[in-house]
């Protein structure tokens, strides 16, 4: 059982992951009757994803999130032709979708260096106008983040994913025996001997009931989408989350981890999973290993409530014991993490070239019916 205190109390932390701005592109300038000129068009606002910016960040550096871009030059005898107002560039984190107020997704920027017109600049004033300027489009939108990481830690809390974390990579993510230590997501990375990189991002423990925002589970389960595979932490002794609530074996938590991504989003459970065993340096662990193995070849021979089980299944390419106080297990999990990606890398490569081969073949079926 881990304890349940303070830090139950605590706020989300520093972490933004969701920003309202109001932007507005320029009003264009003013046309020139006489001699038919035409006013410059209005500013456009740009959102564009670069490394290294957080949603933090802008809200720090705008506190007023409010972006105008510069408005038209007026036609003039000397220019005819009104020059463009400024446009306004606003840098954005990648992984970001861009929502607009009633909570349609008008866009997202996944990439460093994606733009994405956020509000477009007014006409100059011409002919088609009367000569009169029109105004920049206006809105407020919701800039949504959700980390991009190439493995998501899922997990109850206090099953040790900050700990595995600190372990497998050079993060130094908050750590102690109770309940909810981590409170916003903890990306870090891990570093192989040939140089490959592979990113991690610890999210914050969920709890029975997150697929229906319990806990603000909507907040923490959103990270897990754009996460290429799930490394699911369990430990191996169970878990209660307090006095109040029921004690889960190692085998329900495994269920209820499952039922709860399968609740908020039925394709999370697509993606390439690794279980990891948690805790095994207490006692029993062993024995209670030993049984969760049976439980997990027959499941169908347990008997569980029926709320518990999921409708599909989480199918785990690896099973791995692991302690994050002995070190035990933790070089085999890193191995089995990179040997999985590597693997999703390989095959996602080669739908990419017989897509390419099919379009080639395609093409040259066309051109030899032209």
């Known amino acids: ?166 372990k497998i990579s050079h993060a130094k993510p908050e750590i102690a025996n109770y309940a909810f230590t981590t409170i916003q997501p903890e990306l870090g990375k891990i570093m192989y001997a040939d140089y490959k990189q592979i990113s991690v991002a610890d999210l914050p423990g969920l709890i029975e009931g997150a697929h229906a925002n319990k806990g603000m589970g909507h907040k923490f389960l959103k990270h897990v989408e754009r996460t290429k595979q799930l490394l699911l932490v369990v430990d191996i002794s169970g878990f209660q989350l307090s006095v109040k609530t029921q004690f889960r074996t190692a085998f329900e938590t495994i269920l209820l981890l499952t039922k709860e991504l399968e609740l908020y989003k039925e394709e999370l459970l697509t993606k390439p999973a690794v279980l990891a065993i948690n805790k095994m340096d207490l006692p029993c662990a062993k024995d209670n290993l030993n049984e969760l193995m049976k439980q997990l070849q027959n499941p169908q021979d347990f008997l569980l409530q029926e709320e518990m089980i999921p409708e599909n299944t989480l199918e785990f390419k690896d099973l791995i014991p692991i302690s994050t106080y002995t070190g035990e297990g933790i070089e085999e999990l890193k191995a089995c993490i990179r040997k999985s990606i590597d693997e999703e890398a390989e095959r996602e490569n080669e739908e990419y070239q017989k897509k390419k081969l099919l379009l080639l073949q395609t093409s040259e079926e066309q051109m030899t019916r032209s």
């Open 1 to 166: 059982m881990v304890r349940c205190g303070r830090a139950v109390l605590r706020k989300y932390g520093n972490f933004i992951d969701d920003l309202r701005l109001y932007v507005r592109g320029g009003t264009g300038g003013m046309g020139y009757p006489r001699l038919g000129g035409e006013g410059g068009r209005g500013g456009d606002v740009w959102f564009i994803a670069r490394e290294r910016t957080t949603l933090k960040s802008i809200k720090d550096r705008y506190p007023q999130k409010r972006f105008v871009a510069g408005a038209g030059a007026n036609s003039s005898v000397k220019a005819l032709k009104g020059k463009k107002g400024e446009d306004c560039e606003v840098h954005v984190p990648p992984g970001i979708s861009v929502l607009c107020d009633d909570g349609k997704q008008i866009g997202e920027l996944n990439a460093a260096g994606e733009r994405f017109l956020a509000a477009r600049g007014g006409l100059g004033g011409s002919l088609a106008t009367n000569f009169m300027p029109c105004k920049g489009q206006r809105r407020i939108v919701h800039l949504d983040l959700k980390l991009i990481a190439d493995v998501g830690l899922v997990g109850f809390p206090n099953a040790g994913k900050s700990s595995l974390l600190s």
